[in-house]
C-alpha cells in the first residue's frame, strides 16, 4: 500500500472554515500540491521549505499517530494540504478511519477527481480566484461538482475573496453552481504578520468589507460569508 506524504498531524481544534466552522476536529495536512497561489497561507506544503519534515506514513501509522497527538478526545478527522486530492492512497486512509468510528472532511481545490471523494462525510472544493494567479479548469470542475451531486455526497463550494475581481469570480461560480452549498471567505493577505492585534484588525476590516459587499450583491444570494475563524484566536500560527 502507498504511503501518504504527511507534513502535518495536529489538533484536536476547531475547523475554522466553510462548511463546518466550529467543528472539533484533529487535522493531517499532506505535503504536495499542483497549484501555487500567490496567498496560500500552507506554502510550506509544496514550496520545498519543509521537504525534510515530510514523514512518508501508512494509513494505519497515520491513525496510530492521530490517536497519540488527539487522544481520546475526538472522533472528527479532517484532511488538508497541499492538495490531497492528488493522493490516489488516501482511499485506505478514509477506511481506517471509517472502521474506527471518526467522521471525515477533506479540503480541496477542484483540480482533479478521486473516485473517494465520494467517501468524505463533509467535501470542501475551493476553486481559486484570478487573485490567487492560477487559472481554474471549469471542466475539471464541473465534472466533479456533477460527479458529486450524483452520488449524493455532502460538499460544499468556498472560494477566498480579495478584491473586486475575485467577486466577480465568485458570481461566475455561483451561475454555473445555482444548486451548491456556496461559502465566501476572507482572504488573509498578511499570512506574515505576527503581530496579533495588527492581523486581528485587518482581518475583521476586510470581513467588513466581504459582507458588505455580498448584502448589496444581486447575484450572491443564498450564500454564507465567514472568517477563517482560526485565525481570530490563533493568527498566522502553524499547527492550530
Ligand atoms: C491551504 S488550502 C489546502 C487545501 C487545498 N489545496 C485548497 O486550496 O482547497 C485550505 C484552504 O485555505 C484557503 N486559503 C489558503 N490561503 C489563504 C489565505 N491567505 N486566506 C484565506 N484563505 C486561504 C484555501 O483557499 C483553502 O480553501
Ligand atoms: N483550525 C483550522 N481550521 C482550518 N480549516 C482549514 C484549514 C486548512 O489549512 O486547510 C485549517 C487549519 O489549518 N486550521
Ligand atoms: S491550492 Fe491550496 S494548498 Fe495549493 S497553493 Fe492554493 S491554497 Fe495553497
Ligand atoms: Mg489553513
New binding site residues.
Given amino acids: 500500500m502507498k504511503k501518504l506524504p504527511v507534513l502535518e498531524i495536529f489538533g484536536p481544534t476547531i475547523q475554522g472554515?466553510g462548511m463546518v466552522i466550529g467543528q472539533k476536529t484533529m487535522f493531517v495536512r499532506t505535503a504536495g500540491?499542483d497549484?501555487s497561489?500567490s496567498?496560500?497561507?500552507?506554502a510550506f506544503t509544496w514550496d520545498g521549505s519543509a521537504k525534510k519534515d515530510i514523514q512518508w506514513m501508512t494509513a494505519e501509522e497515520v491513525w496510530v499517530k492521530l490517536q497519540e497527538v488527539g487522544g481520546e478526545s475526538f472522533s472528527h478527522v479532517t484532511i488538508?494540504?497541499?492538495?490531497p486530492g492528488l493522493l490516489p492512497q488516501i482511499a485506505e486512509f478514509i477506511r481506517v478511519l471509517k472502521a474506527n468510528g471518526i467522521q471525515t472532511a477533506l479540503?480541496?481545490?477542484g483540480s482533479k477527481w478521486q473516485d473517494w471523494f465520494t467517501e468524505i462525510d463533509e467535501l470542501?472544493i475551493?476553486p481559486?480566484p484570478p487573485s490567487s494567479h492560477m487559472e481554474i479548469d471549469e471542466e475539471v470542475l464541473r465534472k466533479i461538482v456533477e460527479r458529486l451531486e450524483e452520488s449524493g455526497t455532502t460538499f460544499s463550494l468556498?472560494t477566498?475573496i480579495f478584491d473586486e475581481k475575485d467577486l466577480t469570480f465568485a458570481r461566475n461560480l455561483y451561475k454555473m453552481f445555482p444548486n451548491t452549498s456556496f461559502f465566501l471567505?476572507?482572504?488573509?493577505e498578511d499570512?506574515a504578520e505576527q503581530d496579533h492585534q495588527t492581523l486581528l484588525m485587518t482581518l475583521l476590516k476586510k470581513y467588513e468589507w466581504l459582507v458588505e459587499e455580498v448584502m448589496k450583491d444581486s447575484v450572491l444570494k443564498n450564500v454564507r460569508v465567514l472568517p477563517?475563524l482560526h485565525t481570530y484566536i490563533w493568527g498566522n500560527k502553524r499547527g492550530v
Fill in positions: 472554515e500540491c497549484y497561489c496567498w496560500c497561507d500552507s488538508s494540504g497541499g492538495n479540503e480541496t481545490q470542501t475551493s481559486k468556498k477566498v471567505q476572507v482572504g488573509n499570512t477563517q
